[in-house]
């Protein structure tokens, strides 16, 4: 079947008008506020750097982002904070695998991370300049807090190692309370090298992990429990989310076994 000139013509023009729409498409990009990073690497942040990390997911179809970019993050009074920190703005449609990760639901959001990219705090939607400086510059002090939060956590493990590769019995003891207050934190950092190193006490001194049973901490005996039960295997019977009394005699009973276990070995 032959195609008249008229009939061609319409046709192609109807490409060109789909190739361009297509190509506009791919090219959409969000509007990047000046002198903000697009650079991902850095939203894990910089341990040792103890500066927060501001994060802004955004689209290019978002209105609001639009604005938080040219009114808001133009601020001269903005601008010098967020210069202080790492800066960053996300396409949520470029990284759907980062807005998935943080459980970006909307845009614009903002997220002030610690310098080893722990969530401090989140807010959404747009915000003046006197609302978003009132919430960054709390945030920030929150994640300084945090960041030394976890320098004296960290001091507290090394402390721990020192006192573990002591081999003293009297120092394990020592060892489980620091680790029980560690078991605790937030940072998932700390909590799993405090974790790590309770099973290395269960290994050698299990009655001085005990007393974490009964701590009022859901965290602190759930980790407790992992490393004895990491011990001694599926003979560990304690739960974690039981009431304190069922508990309290759970640890007992364990307590009365292990204390008689002990005396047995040091018998000739």
Known sequence: MRVGPQRRKAFCKSIGVLLLLASLTLVARAEIPTGWSTNTNSISGNAGSKQPVLVFFTASWCQPCKLMSRLTLSNDTVKLVVTNMTHLAVDIDEHQDLAEKFGIDGVPTFLLLSDNGTEVRRTSGFQPASDFLRWLTNGVTEAQATIARREECQKKIATADELIASTEADAFPHVATLLFDLCADRDESI????????????????????????????ATRIQVANALRNHFGESFDFDPWANLADRS????????????????ERTP
Not at 194 to 206: F, G, I, M, N, Y
Not at 249 to 264: G, N, V
């Open 191 to 218: 909590s799993h090298s405090a974790a790590e190193r309770l099973k290395t006490v269960a290994a050698h001194q299990p009655t001085a992990l005990l007393d974490g049973l009964a701590d009022p901490r859901l």
């Open 249 to 264: 005699k759970s640890a007992q009973q364990w307590r009365a076994k292990l204390t008689q276990k002990e005396q047995l």
